[in-house]
């Protein structure tokens, strides 16, 4: 299984030539470095929740003009796909086969934003390896201590540097994938990058510094 991070929270996870898309929010698109075109190929598309930086309908609708792929979400998001006119498969929770990848979802809270109420939030286990907590740092989450991959958000409006590795040091996983990272300068995400390396290497924790666009890691 390979995952490439496509700045932020986009993602895709690749796996026997299926291709599996998480979250691709308007942060990623931003400034043009990411545009619909690289995900043509897409098999399915996953959205955790409906904050803008990760589900925007306008991006959905201009990867879907190039592909046949399959939306997987909430609820909550499923709403506003239905109204626009676009099919979806509800997934909240429990396990669900998608191509080759099995998914568990797990309802989770989302950390809590200024005058901002929670929306509905789905974290995931990927083929029971990667766990993709999206934005919590719940310890409802430590079930999954020791897992091999945590996809770990590195910056939010939600938490600093100290509340985001003291949830990685109490899930100890075996690798750490940054996420959640792409509203900062690229010289900016290199120094938090290498701070967290230096952090987690004092744990035989491997984190990935992954910068490039397209980027990514293998799993076994």
Not at 63 to 75: E, H, M, Q, V
Not at 108 to 120: G, R
Not at 148 to 160: G, H, K, Q, S
Not at 192 to 220: M, S, T
């Given at each position: 299984?390979?995952?490439?991070?496509?700045?932020?929270?986009?993602?895709?996870f690749?796996?026997?030539?299926?291709?599996?898309?998480?979250d691709?929010?308007?942060?990623?698109f931003a400034?043009?470095?990411?545009t619909?075109d690289?995900?043509a190929?897409?098999d399915?598309?996953v959205?955790t929740?409906?904050?803008?930086?990760?589900?925007?309908?306008?991006?959905?609708?201009s990867?879907l003009?190039l592909?046949?792929?399959?939306?997987?979400?909430?609820?909550?998001v499923?709403?506003?796909?239905q109204?626009a006119?676009?099919?979806?498969?509800?997934?909240?929770?429990?396990k669900?086969?998608?191509?080759?990848?099995?998914?568990?979802?797990v309802?989770?809270?989302?950390?809590?934003?200024?005058?901002n109420?929670?929306?509905?939030?789905?974290?995931?286990?990927?083929n029971?390896?990667?766990?993709?907590?999206?934005?919590?740092?719940?310890?409802?989450?430590?079930?999954?201590?020791?897992i091999?991959?945590?996809?770990?958000?590195?910056m939010?409006p939600?938490?600093?540097?100290?509340?985001?590795?003291?949830?990685?040091?109490k899930l100890?996983?075996?690798?750490?994938?940054?996420?959640?990272?792409?509203?900062?300068?690229?010289?900016?995400?290199?120094?938090?990058?290498?701070?967290?390396k230096?952090?987690?290497?004092k744990?035989g924790?491997?984190?990935?510094e992954?910068?490039?666009?397209?980027?990514?890691?293998?799993?076994e």
């Amino acid at each position: 299984m390979k995952i490439k991070k496509y700045l932020h929270s986009c993602l895709v996870f690749e796996q026997d030539g299926y291709k599996l898309l998480f979250d691709p929010g308007q942060f990623s698109f931003a400034e043009g470095r990411v545009t619909a075109d690289m995900f043509a190929d897409t098999d399915s598309i996953v959205i955790t929740h409906i904050h803008p930086d990760h589900f925007d309908l306008d991006i959905l609708k201009s990867i879907l003009a190039l592909n046949n792929a399959k939306i997987y979400t909430n609820k909550q998001v499923g709403e506003q796909l239905q109204k626009a006119g676009l099919p979806f498969s509800l997934i909240e929770s429990g396990k669900h086969e998608i191509g080759p990848f099995i998914l568990e979802a797990v309802p989770v809270t989302h950390e809590p934003l200024l005058d901002n109420p929670a929306p509905q939030m789905t974290a995931f286990v990927i083929n029971n390896k990667v766990l993709h907590p999206v934005d919590t740092l719940s310890d409802e989450l430590l079930a999954y201590k020791g897992i091999d991959v945590l996809l770990m958000v590195t910056m939010a409006p939600f938490a600093n540097e100290l509340k985001i590795a003291a949830f990685a040091d109490k899930l100890q996983p075996r690798q750490v994938l940054p996420v959640h990272d792409g509203y900062a300068r690229d010289f900016f995400i290199k120094q938090r990058y290498a701070n967290y390396k230096r952090h987690f290497e004092k744990q035989g924790i491997l984190f990935h510094e992954v910068l490039a666009i397209g980027e990514g890691i293998d799993v076994e």
